[in-house]
């Protein structure tokens, strides 16, 4: 059976947002059984965990004799097991595949300058001189995806892992308005967090913290 890994325990702020979010609502996309192996900050550190994943991050992905660790590569792993996430032509699969990578390559790291800014560093000199530079290119990044959906569902012609990285990635700096006050982006967000796959995936996870 696939087995995923998730921790066992995080700061508030980050409930809902671990990463392996991603993974359980493509899986859950998907239909694939699966099970979630919970594991402690000081299991991630050792030697067997970080065969799994180098980075003792999570998740890390088994399937039989395949190991994944990296959620970009995971998703579109099990999206080839289902035209739910990637389309079956390989033109439509090409766009959703640079659509998972925009989310991660284009907006994430953006994003999460920001994130780090607010909440690890809210204090220091030089993360107050930093954050409006900052927050301009978080602005200038989602103004652009929002041009791009303007008028459409999804980035797409339907839904696909693409939207399922792009909303993740979206959910992120969720301590401000910088989406939801967007009459494009946030209209978006809701309607990928309304699938039920995706509602699924994040009771599990939410569940997972109260255990």
């Not at 998730?6 to 809902?16: T, Y």
């Not at 550190?45 to 970080?50: E, G, I, L, V």
């Not at 989310?103 to 993360?127: H, K």
């Not at 979206?170 to 309607?191: F, Q």
Request: a negative charge; hydrophobic letters at 45%; charged letters at 25%.
């Amino acid at each position: 059976m696939i087995t995923i890994t998730a921790p066992n325990w995080v700061p508030d702020f980050a409930k809902g947002l671990v990463r392996d979010l991603r993974a359980r609502w493509a899986l859950e996309e998907a239909g694939l059984e699966y099970q979630v192996n919970l594991v402690t900050i000081e299991e991630r550190q050792t030697p067997a965990y970080r065969e799994r994943q180098p980075f003792s991050q999570v998740p890390a992905y088994q399937d039989d004799d395949l190991k994944l660790f990296e959620t970009g590569a995971i998703v579109l792993h099990v999206g080839r097991k289902s035209a739910t996430l990637l389309p079956t032509d390989p033109a439509g699969q090409a766009r959703a595949t640079a659509w998972v990578f925009a989310a991660l390559n284009s907006i994430e790291p953006f994003i999460m300058g920001l994130v780090n800014l607010d909440l690890f560093s809210p204090d220091e000199p030089w993360a107050k001189q930093a954050r409006p530079q900052s927050e301009a290119m978080v602005k200038k990044r989602l103004s652009d995806l929002a041009e791009h959906l303007n008028g459409r569902d999804w980035l797409e012609d339907r839904f696909t892992a693409g939207d399922l990285m792009m909303a993740t990635v979206l959910r992120i700096p969720r301590h401000t308005d910088l989406v939801t006050s967007d009459r494009t982006l946030a209209p978006y967000l809701a309607r990928c967090e309304e699938r039920p796959a995706f509602k699924k995936a994040l009771a599990d996870q939410m569940a997972s913290f109260k255990a």
